[in-house]
């Protein structure tokens, strides 16, 4: 099946520094989404991408759709402490799967103020 | 904003016992997810609906069973929860863009099986 590889795993910065984060697949995708969940909540959809090429900012946030459409990043400007949290990345594929995501194992932010 | 439900939001409950856990949206969504989320983990899908009447097991097996008898509406079901069963489960639904499909989460129910 169609897998997703985000880096890093995990990422501990000082507040106010730039974090950048990405997902890769040998698949291709034709939607590519980000999430974030907080600790005892849902994920919260943060941008969405629908076109290769695709760069959408959402606030200090910034993603791409890469031109491959097998790769996706997620960068987030000057950091705050409540951008803790665990970031996803997600595929959704195409034909007859379309409907399914996939997701990355997540990235965990940890801001020291 | 999305608007889907989740309740209850936390549960702790003994081997054996029946439980339902319940999501609904108020966005006409016609396709509807369940998925299991241990601690930290990744998130894999148990079960999906394409509209009423439709339901299909996700890529992770699992004992529970859904229910699909109103659109808005999305129950999961657990006959005889054990310990294995503890974890989070998040409903999710989709707008009906077709290939776009964007999917909104509700906020979770934590469930612990003594």
């Known amino acids: 099946g169609q897998q997703l590889n985000q880096s890093p795993q995990s990422m501990f910065i000082q507040e106010g520094e730039d974090v950048s984060m990405n997902c890769t697949s040998s698949?291709?995708?034709?939607?590519w989404l980000w999430y974030k969940q907080e600790p005892g909540e849902g994920p919260v959809l943060l941008i969405a991408?629908?076109?290769?090429?695709e760069l959408t900012s959402n606030g200090r946030l910034t993603a791409q759709f890469g031109i491959t459409r097998k790769d996706s990043f997620l960068n987030i400007s000057a950091s705050i402490p409540s951008d803790v949290g665990i970031y996803f990345c997600a595929g959704l594929g195409s034909g007859g799967s379309n409907y399914k995501l996939t997701f990355g194992k997540g990235t965990l932010l940890t801001v020291n103020p | 904003e999305a608007d889907i439900y989740q309740t209850p939001r936390y549960l702790v409950i003994g081997t054996g016992k029946k439980i339902t856990l319940e999501c609904s949206q108020t966005?006409?969504?016609?396709?509807m997810y369940w998925y299991q989320q241990d601690p930290g983990m990744e998130l894999h899908l148990i079960h999906y609906s394409y509209g009423v009447n439709s339901t299909e097991k996700g890529d992770l097996s699992s004992e529970s069973t859904v229910s699909r008898i109103r659109t808005e509406h999305f129950p999961l079901t657990l006959e005889s929860a054990r310990p294995s069963h503890t974890s989070q489960y998040l409903c999710?639904?989709?707008?009906?863009?077709?290939?776009?499909?964007?999917?909104?989460f509700g906020p979770g129910t934590r469930l612990t099986v003594l």
């Open positions: 698949s291709i995708f034709n939607t």
């Open positions: 966005m006409g969504h016609d396709k």
């Open positions: 999710a639904s989709s707008d009906n863009g077709g290939w776009t499909d964007t999917q909104y």
């Open positions: 991408l629908y076109k290769a090429g």
